[in-house]
């Protein structure tokens, strides 16, 4: 059986996002989808840390695997399979690997406008190194990732992750994810369909898509962290054909140096209210990122949620 969330657990975590307002996501100019490492100040008036969002933000986003959160041995924590993993200053660690935290990278949590922002040009960086994001990475490349998201979607390696998918049917076509993202796929078929019996070009555009894109167990590009693919909790939707159109920042920097300055116009987007479905439920679109991927949809709530939108969660 599954139902939606109630909203009594929005309400208090919103009270919590509106008393909270030194360390507010949007205090830091970043690219979105670039860690947000926020020091883990309080208000003077409420003392809601950004432990207490982030952790309450995944206990109303995974109703399904996170089962309490509270305050304890120092540090915001949640229970999530029968560990309990605490903020350890944004790296979410189990308590055995608590005094390990120098050797692990924070979670990536950052910053998702609701609308998309304003296009603004940029200047082109010296060296061909993409603006820095290779060497960024190499900077990072000493950190150990967080094991919570391999721990959540139960999927520590190839092996494991390949046991969790499941194949469905999507905008009638066959396609391998995460068991978990099934049910809140089937509500997003739903409205989808809905909405392409009211609009003839969302139903051109199902009817234009190519063989959709799940499971594939790799890293994000010029990073060491595991892609939402390799979860089957990411899918790619893309037409067969989108003409001369750029769809994926590491593509379009093959033969276009200043690939961050491709106008949103000469970007392949899905339709705007395909976008808002999957936003409404959970997901996160990439054309929203810097680094534009503007086929691909993955499941993060609490980024959602952090960011201030309240995305209907399908409860089991």
């Known amino acids: 059986m599954k139902h939606k969330i109630s909203s009594k657990n929005f309400s208090k975590l919103f009270l919590l996002l509106s008393m909270y307002v030194v360390c507010s996501c949007g205090s830091n100019q970043k690219n979105e989808n670039e860690p947000v490492i926020l020091e883990p100040e309080v208000s003077a008036s409420s003392k809601i840390t950004r432990a207490q969002l982030v952790m309450n933000a995944l206990f109303v986003g995974y109703p399904n695997d996170i089962h309490a959160v509270e305050f304890r041995d120092g540090d915001w924590a949640i229970l999530m399979h029968d560990v309990w993993y605490y903020y350890c200053n ?3 660690l189990p308590e055995d690997l608590r005094e390990d935290i ?3 990278r924070p979670l990536i949590l950052y910053n998702y406008p609701v609308e998309l ?3 603004v040009t940029q200047p082109v960086p010296e060296s061909r190194t993409d603006n820095n994001i290779n060497n960024a990475s190499q900077q990072r490349s000493s950190l150990l990732r967080s094991p919570f998201m391999d721990d959540l979607w139960l999927s520590r390696n190839r092996n494991e992750a390949y046991s969790n998918l499941k194949r469905i049917r999507f905008l009638e076509r066959t396609v391998r994810v995460h068991y978990k993202i099934v049910s809140v796929l089937e509500v997003v078929e739903e409205r989808i369909l809905e909405e392409a019996e009211k609009d003839s070009s969302i139903k051109t555009w199902i009817n234009s898509l190519a063989p959709l894109q799940s499971w594939n167990w790799r890293s994000i590009a010029a990073t060491e962290l595991h892609s939402f693919h ?10 067969r054909t989108i003409g001369r159109k750029q769809t994926y920042w590491l593509w379009t920097s093959k033969h276009r140096r200043d ?5 949103y116009e000469e970007r392949y987007h899905p339709p705007e209210k395909v976008i808002k479905i999957f936003e409404n ?3 996160i ?5 810097q680094r534009f991927d503007t086929m691909h949809f993955e499941y993060r709530p609490e ?5 201030g939108m309240s995305p209907n969660i399908v409860v089991e």
């Not at 690939?259 to 106008?263: D, H, R, S």
């Not at 679109?285 to 990122?289: F, L, S």
């Not at 980024?303 to 960011?307: A, E, F, K, S, T």
């Open 117 to 119: 922002s304003p296009f």
């Open 285 to 289: 679109w990439g054309g929203k990122w």
């Open 303 to 307: 980024v959602l949620i952090l960011n």
């Open 90 to 92: 944004g790296r979410i």
């Open 259 to 263: 690939w961050f300055n491709v106008p």
């Open 230 to 239: 390799s979860y089957g909790a990411a899918i790619d939707l893309i037409p």
């Open 102 to 104: 120098s050797k692990y």
């Open 281 to 283: 439920h959970g997901f």
